[in-house]
């Protein structure tokens, strides 16, 4: 067992909670929480439980860096106060495009398929000469 004294700080993973509702979400944005805990330093009897963060000011394309939670008398925040931890962005759409060339690509591949089996049809002789032909035609 490990004894820790409580005159000498330690460090410590401190859950970061979002509270309120973002202004910039009503107007159709998206709140993004980068960052779920926070390294903290404190004596261990001043470790909060969690820390919480209202977002109820943060507007469509705003966003809020560690230096803005508000820390208790005594805590010490390890990680980077410039660290950008939520975020309110517009929603991004995934593009049509992306399955229609898909399904060209699949498309293509089957009328390849169809034009390889025509010759086929005709008799061997007919085949090799179709795939000669088309190869030098490319």
Same mark, same amino acid.
């Given at each position: ?10 460090? =410590? ?50 966003? =809020? ?60 002789? =007919? ?12």
């Amino acid at each position: 067992m490990q004894e820790v004294r409580l005159d000498q700080p330690i460090h =410590a993973t401190v859950p970061l909670h979002l509270t309120g509702e973002s202004a910039g979400t009503k107007e159709g944005g998206v709140l993004t929480q980068v960052l779920t805990e926070l390294n903290v330093e404190a004596l261990p009897m001043e470790v909060p439980a969690s820390l919480d963060f209202d977002v109820s000011a943060l507007h469509l394309g705003e966003s =809020a860096h560690l230096s803005q939670v508000g820390l208790p008398s005594g805590v010490t925040l390890l990680d980077d106060a410039e660290t950008v931890f939520v975020a309110v962005t517009l929603p991004t759409r995934e593009v049509e495009p992306e399955p229609e060339e898909g399904a060209e690509g699949e498309e293509g591949v089957e009328g390849e398929a169809a034009e390889g089996k025509e010759p086929t049809a005709e008799g061997d002789e =007919a085949a090799e000469a179709g795939s000669e032909s088309s190869n030098s035609e490319e």
